[in-house]
T-cell receptor, first 115, second 113 residues
Framework: EPEVTQTPSHQVTQMGQEVILRCVPISNHLYFYWYRQILGQKVEFLVSFYNNEISEKSEIFDDQFSVERPDGSNFTLKIRSTKLEDSAMYFC?????????????FGPGTRLLVL | AQSVTQLGSHVSVSEGALVLLRCNYSSSVPPYLFWYVQYPNQGLQLLLKYTSAATLVKGINDFEAEFKKSETSFHLTKPSAHMSDAAEYFCAVSREGDDKIIFGKGTRLHILP
C-alpha cells in the first residue's frame, strides 16, 4: 500500500541553524500539507501546498518557514533559523484531491529537537 | 472557529471490553469529523470520517463513531478491545473549503490483559 515517507525520523539541531525536513508524498497525490505537534499539545496545521504554491497557511507559518517541491517526488519544509519553540514532531500529509471529502494520508513524522 | 475536545488523555480498558473514546466538537458550519489513530513510531492513520452522509460511520478494525448534532459529539466505539488497539487516538474537525484539519489533543488507549 502506498504511504507517505519522511526523513529524517529524528533531527537535533542548534538554535539558529537551518533545518530541512523531507517528505515523499504518495505518488499520484497533488495536495501536500505540513502539520506539527509540540510535545503534549495538539497536532496543528502549518501549511498546504498545491500546484507549486501555498494554498493556505496558519499563523504559525511565519517568514522563518518555507516549503518547496524541488522535484517530482519530494516536498520539503525549511526552517531558516530554528528557535527552541520549534522543537516538535512534524508531520507531512498528502491527498489526491482538495476538500475534506478526500483523505489526508500522514507520514510517520520527524521529531525535531532544537537545543 | 472550529475546535475539538477529547475527554480523557488516557483511557484504560480490559481486553474484550467496550472501547469508548469521547470527542466533542465546536463548529459554526456543518463539520467534517475524523478519527485518526497513531500506533507507536508510525504516522496518523485515518480510522473513519463523517462527511454529512450517514450519522453512524463505520471504520477500520471494527471501530465506529456516531455523529450527534444535538450533543455536538462524535464518540468513537469498538465493541471488544484487542491488545493491538493500544495506540493514541485523535479526533479532528474540518469543513468544506478548508485545507486544514483541526485536531484534538489525543487520547492514549491502554488495553489491560
Amino acid at each position: 500500500e502506498p504511504e507517505v515517507t519522511q526523513t529524517p525520523s529524528h533531527q537535533v539541531t542548534q538554535m539558529g541553524q537551518e533545518v530541512i525536513l523531507r517528505c515523499v508524498p504518495i505518488s499520484n497525490h497533488l495536495y501536500f500539507y505540513w502539520y506539527r505537534q509540540i510535545l503534549g499539545q495538539k497536532v496543528e496545521f502549518l501549511v498546504s501546498f498545491y500546484n507549486n504554491e501555498i494554498s493556505e497557511k496558519s499563523e504559525i507559518f511565519d517568514d522563518q518557514f518555507s516549503v518547496e517541491r524541488p522535484d517530482g517526488s519530494n516536498f520539503t519544509l525549511k526552517i531558516r533559523s530554528t528557535k527552541l519553540e520549534d522543537s516538535a514532531m512534524y508531520f507531512c500529509a498528502s491527498s489526491e484531491e482538495l476538500g475534506q471529502q478526500e483523505t489526508q494520508y500522514f507520514g510517520p513524522g520527524t521529531r525535531l529537537l532544537v537545543l | 472557529a472550529q475546535s475539538v475536545t477529547q475527554l480523557g488523555s488516557h483511557v484504560s480498558v480490559s481486553e474484550g471490553a467496550l472501547v469508548l473514546l469521547r470527542c466533542n466538537y465546536s463548529s459554526s458550519v456543518p463539520p467534517y469529523l475524523f478519527w485518526y489513530v497513531q500506533y507507536p513510531n508510525q504516522g496518523l492513520q485515518l480510522l473513519l470520517k463523517y462527511t454529512s452522509a450517514a450519522t453512524l460511520v463505520k471504520g477500520i478494525n471494527d471501530f465506529e463513531a456516531e455523529f450527534k448534532k444535538s450533543e455536538t459529539s462524535f464518540h468513537l466505539t469498538k465493541p471488544s478491545a484487542h491488545m493491538s488497539d493500544a495506540a493514541e487516538y485523535f479526533c479532528a474537525v474540518s469543513r468544506e473549503g478548508d485545507d486544514k484539519i483541526i485536531f484534538g489533543k489525543g487520547t492514549r488507549l491502554h488495553i489491560l490483559p
